[in-house]
């Protein structure tokens, strides 16, 4: 059996945006790599994704997704993101600005991603729809039954609760990760 620190409502997301110093987008973006390759050996790391700027001189945007509040505070504390992070502001403008997400606020908040990498609307909503259908009638078919004494609104508020709760920390985290590369077809690795 897994422990919390395992569970998708345990991992966190961070999302760290920064320049590179123009004319070294380029040394940038292979330390940046280099970073994300210590952070693979180290515990807890989940996986990291680097994306570009829209514009010429715009923010590179570094997402790392972590096991733990925990295991990320290590990574943060290990000297070989230190040495890294000299590394980076030899050729990055400034200090990065950081964001951190997890639970409810992972799902509801990828503002942070350039317009041009998010999946097709249509697509999002297929994903979503594919997720919400087996949740609402295992709910409706199973726990609705259970529920019949209870007055409409207090029947519906605990319904919802329960399909809210399950899609944001069970069916979502998996069902978009199962689908990622249908829903990012043209996302560079």
């Not at 070989?80 to 997890?102: N, T």
Request: glycine share 6%; aromatic share 10%.
């Amino acid at each position: 059996m897994s422990s919390t620190t395992d569970s998708p409502a345990a991992r966190v997301t961070r999302i760290a945006r920064r320049r590179a110093q123009p004319g070294r987008e380029r040394e940038y973006e292979e330390r940046l790599r280099e970073m994300l390759a210590k952070m693979r050996a180290h515990k807890g790391f989940l996986g990291g994704d680097v994306i570009p700027p829209e514009v010429p001189d715009g923010e590179y945007q570094i997402v790392t997704r972590f096991a733990s509040e925990a295991e990320l505070d290590e990574w943060d504390r290990s000297a070989a993101r230190a040495h890294c992070l000299e590394r980076l502001r030899e050729v990055a403008e400034g200090e990065p600005e950081f964001r951190k997400m997890s639970g409810l606020e992972a799902w509801f908040e990828p503002a942070v991603v350039p317009a041009s990498m998010h999946p097709p609307r249509a697509r999002m909503a297929l994903v979503t729809w594919l997720g919400i259908f087996p949740t609402v009638s295992f709910f409706l078919w199973f726990v609705a039954p259970w529920l019949q004494g209870l007055p409409f609104l207090l029947r519906t508020a605990l319904l919802t609760a329960l399909i809210v709760m399950t899609m944001t920390w069970l069916v979502m985290p998996r069902l978009t990760r199962l689908m990622r590369g249908w829903l990012n077809p043209a996302r560079r690795d």
